[in-house]
């Protein structure tokens, strides 16, 4: 049963439906507030969960475990319809009429959709990103195999439905992409084998266990189809997709503006923007030169670079070196208050599935917010494969080294993603948790990366995560230009977004990829396959500079606050009021937190 709170439908909710432009100012306050409650819940119910079904799945409403995106132009004018309609209802009604807190849901809420419609009209990815429709499907399939929130059979089941409807979408793609950027089918073609691979070896595995002898002979008939109509996908963008496929993935200003605007509520203009990326940039690149030289004056920064990504665990022993960091983490945090730790159960550690090891090193997947059956939260950590040569091996592994092991739990874990996962109970409403801003969730993780060194966790003389052993002075300033690599990457995003996207600062026109590849290598300090992943990521998913953009804001208000607080500030009662607020954006937490409209940067 659903864990949507269900509002009654009174005769003032009803005729509201039927007059969405009704003028909300006339309502008392508690009709507004009614009024919201009906809407934002009718929204969720009959349009986002209704066009994104796998979403559902995703929060733990299995309810729409059986259904499957619809991708036909068709259907994507009814949701753009829906979208227009609630955009109507949701902006009659007049904030001044709410509570403060549900003021800025209402806000979230509104930007949410105008996002959704701002990517549906105006971008049309759906015309232009083939991956979508093929790594669509499968994470639609994903979703039911990655925890067991239900018996195997009854998700064998779910499988074979949304599996049946899995070839139309590919139908629907050939008939809906018109010119894609050559980048974005080059992408697809380049996971295409991995996601056909992934539907032959790794779903069948997740069901192996099944005993429903109908479902199990229904899953072969419907994987077998998904696997060759996924073939047959790789095959046309081969052959017709590709020469043809001319477009552009550039947003231009004006569209980049509003996706910041509406994601991230940030509307700070590029120009300023880009100042305060290069200013970040320099600041820890002059860091991690004046690290560098006292660890060795003999050497080069790259030099020590090259040096640090050798500094790393054995292959074999990776995942056992993220565990060994939870427990010093944890007590650290509960020592130095920090921030509250709800739990104290674990991530558990594993490897990445498949579909994502060419694009992700490390991530946290923690169930969804009204998920009452499974609930752990899954540590991602991609594992070299046996068949890499001594080169590729070593380059994935330099990801790992003594100090981004380290920024990795912590912005993973402690107190990073999983610490907001243990928080959402205490969110103050639904849309809070199913609207989150990335600027916060991701700024967030990124920015704990730092705080926690700042504190001094791993200092010189404190325990080594994972044994008793007493960290050197010269181990500690590895782990700090770790951290520093880790910010100099977001840093480099944060440039890359807006000159990959835009032509602010460059008469010449937007960065090419080979541009923006070579920044990540120069100025970003890593590594050119990891500088190319970077950029390619960079053209689709455009506002990428959240990272920094949130960590910096976060900082801001938290030294804003303590000005204003003097002696009484408290680290840990800031965090805890922050995480408090849910991942909304900062715009609207600095409110909350200091009363004020003082602006984010």
Known sequence: MSRFFKFAI?????????????????????????????????????????????????????????????????????????LHEYEKKIAAIDPAALDASIAADRDIL????????????????????????????????????????????????????????????????????????????EIALEQIDGLVSFFQKDVPSAFADATDANAKAAFAKSNAAVIEALKDYGAWMKSDLLPRSNGDYRLGPDTFRKKLLYDEAVDIPLDRLLDIAYTDLHKNQAEFKRIAHELDPSKTPDQVLAELATIHPAPDKLL??????????????????????????????????????????????????????????????????????????????????IGTIISTAVHEAYPGHYIQFLWQDQFPSKVRKLVGSNSNIEGWAHYTEQMMLDEGYAAPGSSSPGSDKKLTERESKLIRLGQLQDALLRDARFVNSIKLHTAQGEPSGAWTIDQAAAFFVKEGYQSPSVGLVETKRGTADATYLYYTLGKLEIMKLREDLKAKQGTAFNLQNFHDSFMRQGPAPLKIIRKVMLHDDSPVL
């Open 320 to 401: 056992s070196a993220f565990q060994d960091t939870f427990a010093s983490l944890v007590d650290f945090i509960q020592t130095h208050h920090i921030i509250t730790v709800p739990s104290k159960v674990e991530p558990t550690l594993e490897e990445t599935p498949p579909f994502m090891r060419a694009t992700t090193s490390a991530s946290m997947d923690p169930p969804g917010p009204f998920e009452t059956h499974s609930t752990k939260a899954y540590f991602n950590v991609t594992l070299p494969e046996k068949s890499w040569t001594p080169e590729h091996l070593a380059e994935h592994m330099a990801q790992f080294n």
């Open 110 to 185: 509104l930007s949410s959709i105008r996002s959704q419609l701002l990517s549906l009209e105006v971008i049309r990815n759906w015309e232009k990103n083939p991956d979508n429709y093929s790594s669509g499907i499968t994470g639609s399939v994903f979703v039911l195999m990655e925890r067991p929130y239900a018996p195997v059979n009854t998700r064998l089941r779910a499988a074979v439905e949304r599996e049946k409807l899995m070839p139309a979408v590919l139908l629907e793609a050939r008939k809906n992409l018109k010119n894609p950027p050559k980048i974005f089918t």
């Open 10 to 82: 009174s005769a003032l909710a009803t005729a509201l439906s039927l007059a969405p432009t009704a003028p909300a100012q006339r309502l008392s306050a508690d009709g507004a507030v009614q009024t919201f409650s009906f809407f934002s819940d009718q929204y969720f119910n009959d349009v986002y969960f209704h066009f994104s079904p796998t979403a559902g799945t995703a929060v733990g409403l299995h309810q729409y475990d059986t259904q499957l995106e619809d991708y036909s132009a068709a259907t994507i004018q009814k949701q753009v319809a829906a």
